[in-house]
């Protein structure tokens, strides 16, 4: 039995104990919280008893095997490190890490202490994804993909009412791009693999953070275009265009609704029979590469090359908003 702390209180952490819940194997034996009471009220929602405000003496405990991270990005890395240095398997929130370095860093560390560090990226695991992924061969060479997630976060009021929230907080890795631009991204990482080249440019707040983005991935022989956005809402699909025509998914953190059409005629329309909660589907790869049943190299490798393609957006913004012009290459 695999036995998990928990780290944050807020919703995200409340829905990986129900992905947690229903998969065999694993089970969350404490729940940190950097206030006691706050630690108590949320292990009593969950019906866990143990409650810890130390981490660094929970990780020293010995009672737990694998930490769940669901901080803000910003505080990732130094916990996944804590958890790292002290034997411990490190389960982190997307995104990993807000640098490919923090991450690469991780990796080793990891590596030379025996424990797993895994990025829990929704889509990656995804059923929908695989469904994906086995249509892609129909549309023929691949030439235009448009991936997007734009949600309106309830919390940009608070921005437009002067304050800063964690998640639009750039000391804390907040925007956009970290919280959902890394979706769109993963999901082309996942199935064309490393970007030749990435250009982007984003919408800076009032805060500093970005509200919305967009990048452009470049291939051999096809292109991805990129958009994220928490301060604006989308109507559109995402799409894949190959030479022989095209596929629709309805949504890029857990398809469920793939339309296949061809210019041979062919029109099939797929209803993925997904659980509302996916996040099982990343708790149960964790659980196996905990097991030692599986090799990590290949999921962090993916979770890497997302975070190089941030940086690089990041790099383009940062010189766009300095003033310099057409970002440099
Ligand atoms: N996979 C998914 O679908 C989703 C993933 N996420 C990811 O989960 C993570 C948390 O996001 P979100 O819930 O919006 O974050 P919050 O800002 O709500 O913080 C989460 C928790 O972290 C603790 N915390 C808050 N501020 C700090 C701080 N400055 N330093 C250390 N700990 C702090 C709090 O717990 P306490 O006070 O009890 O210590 C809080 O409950 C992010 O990495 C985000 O990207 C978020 C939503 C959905
Ligand atoms: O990953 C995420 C998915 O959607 C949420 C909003 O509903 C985000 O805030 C979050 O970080």
């Not at 997630?149 to 000391?171: C, H, K, M």
Request: aromatic share 6%; charged share 25%.
């Amino acid at each position: 039995m695999i036995r998990l702390a928990t780290i944050g209180t807020s919703t995200i952490t409340e829905k990986f104990a129900d992905a947690v819940a229903q998969t065999p194997g694993i089970r969350i034996d404490v729940v940190f919280s950097r206030d006691a009471a706050r630690g108590r009220a949320f292990a009593d929602r969950l019906g866990i008893d143990g409650v810890s405000t130390d981490l660094e003496a929970l990780l020293a405990s010995g009672e737990v095997d694998a930490v769940y991270v669901g901080s803000p990005n910003g505080a990732h890395a130094a916990q996944a490190e804590a958890a790292i240095a002290a034997g411990v398997h490190v389960f982190l929130e997307k995104p990993a890490t807000p640098t490919a370095d923090e991450f690469a860093r991780l990796v080793e560390a990891a590596q030379a202490r025996g424990v797993v560090v895994f990025e829990g990226m929704r889509n990656a695991y995804d059923p929908g994804m695989t469904r994906l992924r086995a249509l892609l061969p129909q549309v023929g060479t691949v030439r235009l993909v448009s991936f997007g997630q734009s949600q309106r976060s309830a919390r940009y009021d608070l921005v437009l009412a002067g304050e800063t929230p964690n998640i639009f907080d750039p000391a804390l890795a907040g925007g956009a791009l970290f919280d959902l631009g890394v979706y769109p991204l993963s999901a082309a990482i996942e199935l064309f693999g490393a970007p030749r080249a990435v250009v982007g440019a984003t919408a800076t707040i009032a805060t500093g953070a970005d509200g919305a983005g967009a990048a452009v991935l470049s291939y051999d022989g096809f292109v991805v275009q990129i958009g994220f956005s928490k301060i604006g809402a989308s109507r559109r699909p995402n799409e894949i265009q190959g030479e022989l025509g095209t596929i629709e998914i309805d949504e890029i953190t857990a398809p469920r609704r793939i339309t296949l059409d061809l210019f041979s005629g062919v029109h099939e329309e797929i209803e993925i029979d997904g659980p509302d909660n996916n996040m099982r589907f990343e708790v149960a790869r964790f659980a196996q590469l905990v097991r030692g049943d599986d090799e990590a190299s290949a999921d962090q490798r993916r979770s890497l090359e997302v975070l190089r393609a941030v940086e690089a957006i990041r790099a383009d913004a940062e010189k766009l908003r300095a003033g310099s012009g057409r970002a440099a290459r």
